[in-house]
């Protein structure tokens, strides 16, 4: 049961626009989005702020970080989301998605697995190692990283988000490996 249930139509005008505005055509806007809007700043800022256009990064990078960061916060529910949504667009397999929950690391090429652990040195740390910015800085400008960086602390706040207000999967949504 969501600890901050998600709003339902009606919806006021400028909270319907942003609603329309964050999902594709035809497709009803996510329980994350309508229990944001119960504060119409935050789900403005929210919409305004996001990354999911094209940028420095690869698409298939943006899915590893957004998918590893959820993964390590916990938030079954926004991980489910992109999964779902965007893995196999990507070109993400079954075992790639699963080894971002469970680190199986034979599934990672060396660039995959050192993008992978900048998301766990951020997540733990909030900073990264010398040895690991040597060995990011071989396969990401700074543009990228700058871009990296973002997005996982984009999705951390994505994951209090969803965790706070204990929001069940999306129906249809990927679940944790390992859960049914």
Same mark, same amino acid.
């Given at each position: 049961?969501?600890?901050?249930?998600p709003?339902? *139509?009606?919806?006021? =005008?400028?909270?319907?626009?942003?609603?329309?505005?964050l999902?594709?055509?035809?497709?009803?806007?996510? =329980?994350?989005?309508?229990?944001? !809007?119960?504060? *119409?700043r935050? $789900?403005r800022?929210?919409?305004?702020?996001?990354?999911?256009d094209?940028g420095a990064?690869?698409a298939?990078?943006? /899915? $590893?970080?957004?998918?590893?960061?959820?993964?390590?916060?916990?938030?079954?529910?926004?991980?489910?989301?992109?999964?779902?949504?965007?893995?196999?667009a990507?070109?993400?397999?079954?075992?790639?998605?699963a &080894?971002?929950?469970?680190?199986?690391a =034979?599934?990672?090429s *060396?660039r995959?697995a &050192?993008?992978l652990?900048?998301?766990?040195?951020?997540? &733990?740390?909030a900073?990264?190692?010398?040895?690991?910015? =040597?060995?990011?800085?071989?396969?990401?400008?700074d543009?990228q $990283?700058? /871009?990296? !960086?973002?997005?996982?602390?984009?999705y951390?706040?994505?994951?209090?988000?969803t965790?706070?207000?204990a929001l069940?999967? /999306?129906?249809?949504a !990927?679940?944790?490996?390992?859960?049914d």
């Amino acid at each position: 049961m969501p600890r901050i249930e998600p709003l339902s *139509p009606p919806f006021t =005008a400028p909270v319907a626009d942003d609603l329309t505005k964050l999902m594709p055509p035809g497709v009803p806007p996510l =329980a994350l989005f309508r229990m944001v !809007a119960h504060n *119409p700043r935050v $789900l403005r800022r929210m919409r305004r702020g996001g990354l999911l256009d094209p940028g420095a990064i690869t698409a298939r990078d943006r /899915e $590893l970080v957004i998918l590893r960061t959820c993964a390590r916060c916990g938030a079954e529910y926004e991980w489910g989301v992109h999964v779902t949504f965007f893995a196999a667009a990507v070109g993400l397999t079954p075992a790639e998605v699963a &080894a971002t929950v469970h680190d199986d690391a =034979a599934v990672w090429s *060396p660039r995959d697995a &050192a993008l992978l652990a900048l998301c766990d040195q951020l997540h &733990a740390r909030a900073t990264v190692t010398d040895a690991l910015w =040597a060995a990011v800085r071989a396969d990401f400008d700074d543009a990228q $990283l700058i /871009e990296i !960086a973002a997005l996982v602390g984009l999705y951390h706040m994505v994951s209090y988000l969803t965790n706070l207000g204990a929001l069940d999967p /999306e129906p249809g949504a !990927a679940r944790f490996p390992g859960r049914d």
